[in-house]
């Protein structure tokens, strides 16, 4: 009896010290050494390449907007097929092929040819629901595997500005929408404060899918999905653009400065065939750790409503 309330209480607290170290999902029975599946990964492309080089697949079927009638593309746009049995085996997307190790079956290794597609398919996305629909479908980002919810966006679509963030939290990815825990909380704070809500911004993340226990997303989940973040910008069409934080900034300006020198600046966003003024200030979840610097956001956010009313009424 005291050994069996000894291993609940040691199971509780290990369960206690994953879940404040931001573990909330376990995704598989065994641990996984992802260098090893990675390399494995890879060495599965690079085969299937030359097979595909030398006439062994055909291209898939013309479906989905990633298809466009060309030959297999890194990234896939359909939830993969189970692995084919005989000659049919030969039939599959390389980059989707089932892999050993079960619920990684679906992983996919991006590339530059896996961006390259993800960008073409973005392009093919003529409104904001297209876009969407195309990134449910979108398989060449492995956060979607762990993730429970695509957070597309919030807020208003025609609003004259959009907010982006780097990635949902554990609250946005249970709701499928962004900024709606304890950093959105403040993030409506600062809104309010210059006479904005959601009904007068749009709000979207550079990575649409949470990665596991919030962790940052990789530079490859990034570029897989960065395509996705400038198509939605093209369709949205804001007049201002504002970067939280420095992971939104410097992924969508493609600079290496830290956001304490970006902050506060009014920049030019390139977006298409127009130019959307921009502005980076802290994350919201930077200034709930660091309440100090809440007063170089206030700046940052009177210079956004400054811009906003040289722009006229919103
Ligand atoms: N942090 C982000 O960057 N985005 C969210 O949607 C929530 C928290």
């Known amino acids: 009896m005291q050994t069996s309330d000894n291993a609940r209480r040691e199971l509780e607290s290990l369960i206690e010290f994953y879940t404040e170290s931001g573990v909330d999902c376990f995704i598989g029975e065994e641990a ?12 599965q492309q690079q085969a299937m390449r030359s097979a595909a080089q030398s006439g062994a697949f055909s291209p898939p079927s013309s479906k989905g907007p990633a298809d466009l009638g060309r030959p297999v593309a890194s990234a896939s746009f ?19 092929a089932p892999v050993a190790g079960g619920s990684f079956a679906d992983a996919v290794m991006p590339d530059k040819e896996a961006v390259a597609s993800a960008r073409e398919a973005a392009r093919e996305a003529k409104s904001l629901d297209e876009l969407k629909d195309c990134l449910l479908r979108f398989n060449g ?8 919810n695509l957070v597309f966006a919030d807020g208003n679509p025609n ?20 900024f709606v825990g304890r950093s959105g909380q403040l993030l409506d704070k600062m809104l309010g404060a210059i006479g904005l809500d959601r009904s007068s911004v749009y709000i979207a993340n550079v990575v649409p899918w949470r990665p596991p226990g919030n962790r ?3 530079p490859q989940e ?15 069409q804001p007049d201002v ?37 921009c502005l980076a200030t802290y994350h919201p979840a930077y200034l709930l750790r660091n309440p100090i610097e809440k007063r170089l956001s206030w700046r940052d956010f009177l210079s956004l409503r400054q811009k906003i009313s040289t722009l006229g009424q919103i």
């Open 32 to 43: 996984v050494d992802s260098f090893v599946l990675s390399e494995e990964l890879l060495r």
């Open 78 to 96: 359909e939830r993969p097929q189970p692995l084919a049995q005989g000659a049919g085996a030969q039939r599959q997307n390389p980059l989707t």
């Open 141 to 148: 980002c492995n956060l979607r595997l762990t993730a429970k």
């Open 159 to 178: 609003a004259r500005v959009m907010l982006i963030g780097e990635a949902p939290g554990r609250d946005e990815d249970l709701q499928g929408k962004p």
């Open 216 to 218: 940052t997303p990789t």
């Open 222 to 236: 990034t570029e897989i999905c960065k395509p996705f973040i400038r198509r939605q910008i093209e369709l949205a």
């Open 241 to 277: 653009l504002v970067f939280l934080g420095a992971a939104s900034a410097k992924s969508l300006l493609d600079v290496q400065d830290g956001i304490r020198r970006l902050r506060g600046r009014w920049m030019t966003f390139e977006a298409g065939e127009r130019s959307i003024e």
